[in-house]
């Protein structure tokens, strides 16, 4: 196999294609998706491919037009260059700009970090997905712009004149990296290149107006607009209750009231939208629980407040800060001690950690993942529940942003084991996770060939961690589940197994970590998993 | 945007065939939109029934209704609407409901 040597350089050069993706270099599956692997991506057609910039890999991603003249793309130059010296000064940067100014100058090009990325690894080691690549393409124009360092690369050659071709590739590269941080855990020196291809985006989308348009028009701008990224109205929000209310009853027999707007409650609890609509058996569940141990908590039916989602994160901060502050406003509003975040990762981050660089004084509300709360339920001896009923192969997902960043792993984990007799933990796991693929926004970046590229490289090495954890009981009569306690990981997860039919193949299904506890719940006779259901 | 001509209407269609003017919509243009996405064509009953359904809810909510609420309030079962339309509910249903792409993490 020879492959071309690709160079940092290369990326200014116009071509049509800067890397061909070959199926027979894709990380290779385990039984029995040893074929399935292989099957071929969509292709762009030639009309899109004249229309979108798509030349980095033949893949689009942020769905960019191709500007209309050179004197448009010499615009767009001199306003990234003018975006990049803000993005390194302190007036202009002040939620990011330690970390980058660090990681732009600590690499000691080790590559250290290279193996532990699973998109890299997952696309048969592609040089334009390499965590270093889009690194060292933004600190080449860093030194040759901004801070004069560029004499060593103009000496070696390995130097390039910032062009629009360059750029178009830089930011669809910056959406080749699902920000889960594996490699910056891996550097010894700190070196975080998730964090670069955040800032990246963050540049493209302040100062160029451009990003992925799931994540800002139909996402962050819909939110802040009707309320919710899914397009989801108060009164819709109002309808899905009501028919949780009915299913709960119909499942479980329990009659309950889910309490929204309920003023003075102890907790503010904040879903991301998407579980309503598709997968209500979540905050049913949460509902069941909160209910039988006695919480005092709420929803709210205000705008933005209903939706725990802050797609700002992954690419735009001032988009961020405005969902952060409704969400603290409705929380001080209902006068709640705390707002809980239920089972969405990006939102954890977004609320309880990022959110500190914005809310400040007495918009400080304390803010906590629901998973605490749940183990601190689930060993209460408040409810009662017998382990039996969750007798099948269980393995859990770790969602980066709650365990990888936030240090969540135990909580989760010391409910399952005590719920699930068969619970089994995939390789690797905990901090050391490996992300489901769809990280920083790609599980709902649904446009033109995307959605391929995911499936296939992504979300690769997802596929074979959950493979490989059943391996033992492979048989589809065998039935068994994921647990992925985020609503972005269940949209890529259900996508992948839908791609590599596992439910078919391998008898294997998926859901959130609420579901197992009530499950679990002796009162309640009719299983809340529908096994069959679950891995059709 | 590119355009496209459904039922003798143009229409303003996004990369991935959903139209962008819901308000054009009619049964005409469903009929034309289900030449790729409905597993029989003309539609028989199941597959308009469905596709009222989901036409009628978003004009009420705005959103597609959830795919659990879908399914239990026509009794059908999921396996039976990846039947009828197989790009699943989202990606086939909708766009025949001439519902633009469904959007946030769904």
């Known amino acids: 196999m020879s492959k071309k040597k690709t160079k940092v350089a290369d990326i200014s050069k116009p071509s049509e294609q800067m890397a061909t993706l070959d199926l027979k270099d894709l990380m290779p599956l385990p039984y029995p998706l040893t074929e399935d692997g292989l099957k071929p991506m969509k292709s762009l057609t030639e009309d899109q491919k004249c229309r979108y910039e798509c030349s980095l890999d033949g893949v689009c991603g942020v769905g960019m037009l191709k500007p209309e003249s050179k004197e448009e793309e010499e615009r767009m130059v001199k306003a990234f260059l003018e975006g990049l010296k803000k993005l390194l000064s302190k007036e202009n940067n002040w939620t990011f ?17 290279n193996d532990a990325c699973p998109v890299y690894v997952g696309s048969g080691k592609q040089e334009v997905y390499r965590p270093t690549y889009r690194s060292e393409v933004l600190r080449k124009i860093v030194h040759k712009y901004i801070d004069g360092e560029g004499i060593f690369d ?3 050659g390995d130097d390039f004149e910032l062009n629009w071709t360059a750029l178009a590739r830089l930011i669809e590269s910056a959406y080749r990296c699902t920000l889960c941080r594996r490699c910056a855990q891996t ?8 964090l670069i291809s955040h ?12 990003a992925a348009p799931e994540l800002h028009e139909k996402g962050s701008v819909q939110q802040l607009k009707v309320g919710s990224s899914t397009g989801m109205n108060p009164a819709a929000l109002a309808d899905i209750i009501e028919f949780m209310e009915e299913e709960i009853e119909e499942k479980t027999g329990k009659k309950i009231k889910i309490p929204v707007d309920k003023k003075g409650a102890d907790i503010l609890l904040i879903h991301n939208a998407g579980e309503y609509l598709a997968w209500p058996e979540n905050p049913a569940a949460f509902a069941i629980i909160f209910d039988a141990a006695g919480i005092n908590y709420t929803l709210s039916s205000d705008l933005v407040s209903y939706d725990a989602v802050n797609y700002g994160l992954w ?14 406003q409705t929380a001080k509003e209902l006068g709640v001690k705390k707002i809980m975040v239920g089972e969405c990762g990006h939102a954890h981050k977004a609320m309880i950690v990022i959110s500190d660089r914005v809310l400040t004084g007495e918009m400080n509300v304390p803010r906590e993942s629901c998973f605490p ?25 770790d969602p980066c942003n709650m ?30 996770n490996y992300c489901c693929g769809g990280g920083s926004g790609f599980a709902i970046m649904q446009g033109m060939n995307f959605p391929d590229w995911k499936m296939a490289i992504s979300g690769r090495m997802k596929v074979k961690q959950v493979v490989d954890a059943f391996q033992d009981e492979i048989s589809p009569d065998i039935k068994k589940l994921l647990s992925a306690p985020c609503s972005n990981c269940k949209g890529q997860i259900r996508d992948l197994f839908r791609y590599y039919e596992l439910g078919p193949k391998c008898g294997i299904g998926y859901t959130g970590a609420v579901e197992f506890i009530v499950n679990a719940m002796v009162d309640i006779k009719q299983p809340y998993l529908d096994l069959d259901e679950l891995t059709a | 945007m590119p355009k496209g001509i459904l039922a003798g209407v143009e229409f303003e269609i996004d990369e991935d065939g959903f139209i962008q003017e819901p308000e054009k919509w009619s049964e005409a243009v469903a009929e034309d939109l289900a030449k790729d996405e409905s597993s029989i064509t003309p539609m028989p009953p199941d597959q308009w029934r469905l596709v009222n359904y989901i036409r009628d809810y978003y004009l009420q909510f705005g959103v597609a209704p959830p795919v659990r609420m879908l399914c239990k309030k026509n009794d059908f079962d999921l396996k039976y609407v990846y039947e009828m339309f197989p790009k699943g509910p989202a990606a086939g249903a909708c766009k025949v409901a001439g519902l633009p792409k469904p959007t946030g993490c769904v």
């Open chain 1, 373 to 397: 709360l749940l183990e601190e339920i689930v060993f209460s001896g408040k409810l009662k529940l017998d382990p039996q009923k969750n007798n099948f192969p269980v393995t859990l997902h």
């Open chain 1, 97 to 113: 700009l330690q970390p980058l100014l660090l990681s732009l100058k600590y690499c000691a090009k080790c590559q250290t970090c």
């Open chain 1, 403 to 432: 365990v990888r960043l936030m240090g969540i792993v135990e909580p989760q984990r010391r409910i399952l084991r005590e719920l699930c007799p068969q619970f089994r933990e995939m390789t690797p796991h905990g901090v050391d």
């Open chain 1, 315 to 328: 690419y735009d901060d001032f988009q961020l800060a405005r969902v952060v502050l409704k969400h603290a």
């Open chain 1, 199 to 210: 800032e990246i985006r963050k540049l493209f989308s302040q100062e160029l107006g451009i």
């Open chain 1, 187 to 194: 550097c010894p020196m700190g070196v975080d290149n998730g």
């Open chain 1, 154 to 156: 103009r000496l070696t």
